[in-house]
């Protein structure tokens, strides 16, 4: 059997994409992989230093690309809206693939700009309110696509709505797992509210199996625990590179029989052979009564229109 991989990325030429946290591991690959296949690519990134570095080097690896900047800071619901107003700018209007990669893991107890848990309020609250503020690019010039990284640790997360904002009690693995079970249903709510508004967009999710990329070592570095962060690098031993967690992301972002609300991932933990497949989700990612009631929750703490079609 053929093994999907970056070579059979198909022209992209004429479309634009939204990445954020393009400037390292997986959404650094991600984006380059679409401006070498002709997308006219946005990389929203938190840190402008490193966002510049990441765009110089997809400007040199993929020369006479369409590649922009765009400040994006998921953890302030400010800098996300004018994020949004910066992209339409650039994209014209017009917005063909989204990819809510950005992502933070395992940090110490941390608010955000407005006061949410740091992991729930930037893996999921930045990303909700995003898409939100972009529903009136996508679908505008025919089938538009919503991309949302999660992760294998979906499957033992919560929702606990009596503490999305860890008001009573704080665990780091736990608000991680929750803020990527939070992704999931997201994406399937996202997909429903869509279908039954009879808009042309397909909301999808992926997740990287085990990649080595820098997401682990912010939260011993937060501690000031440095020899964690140093003794977390050497994990990457036993973990793929970047450009195979990335394959599962590009898949969902260009398959094309792919189905509203699917889940893509490695077909082998830590490996690619075979290419990327559907990955299984936990029995509480699909309970859409959950979906439902999060998505309401997440518009009102937001501040956004639980309404948007």
């Known amino acids: 059997m053929h093994s999907w991989n970056l070579d059979d990325m198909p022209d992209l030429s004429g479309t634009t994409a939204v990445v954020t946290g393009a400037n390292s591991g997986i959404g650094a690959v991600t984006a380059l992989t679409l401006a070498r296949s002709g997308a006219r690519t946005v990389l929203a990134c938190r840190d402008h230093e490193r966002g510049s570095r990441a765009l110089d080097a997809v400007r040199r690896a993929a020369p006479g690309s369409d590649t922009r900047l765009v400040p994006l800071d998921l953890a302030d619901l400010s800098s996300v809206a004018d994020a949004a107003g910066r992209i339409a700018k650039e994209t014209d209007g017009r917005l063909d693939l989204l990819v809510n990669n950005a992502g933070v893991m395992a940090l110490p107890l941390l608010r955000t700009a407005d006061g949410f848990e740091m992991q729930f309020g930037t893996n999921h ?59 999931l249903l997201f994406t399937a709510e996202l997909q429903r509210r869509a279908d039954a508004a009879g808009r042309p967009i397909l909301s999808l999710a992926a997740h990287p199996g085990l990649s080595a990329t820098e ?47 699917s889940y893509y991932g490695p077909r082998l933990l830590g490996e690619t052979r075979g290419g990327p497949a559907p990955a299984r989700t936990s029995t509480r990612a699909q309970d859409m009564d959950t979906a439902r009631a999060l998505w309401e929750e997440s518009a009102r703490l937001t501040g956004v229109s639980p309404d948007a079609f």
């Open 215 to 261: 997401l682990g070592q912010a939260g011993p570095r937060l501690a000031g625990r440095t020899w964690a962060a140093k003794l977390e690098r050497l994990t990457r031993v036993y973990t793929q590179r970047p450009s195979a967690g990335a394959l599962p992301v590009l898949y969902a972002a260009t398959l094309p029989d792919a189905l509203g609300g």
């Open 125 to 183: 609250l930045g990303h909700f309110a995003l898409t939100h503020h972009l529903l009136p690019l996508l679908g505008t010039g025919g089938m538009s696509r919503v991309v949302t990284v999660s992760s294998l640790g979906h499957r033992i997360g919560r929702i606990d709505f009596d503490n999305l904002n860890a008001e009573r009690a704080y665990d780091k693995w736990r608000a991680y797992m929750q803020s990527k079970l939070a992704n």
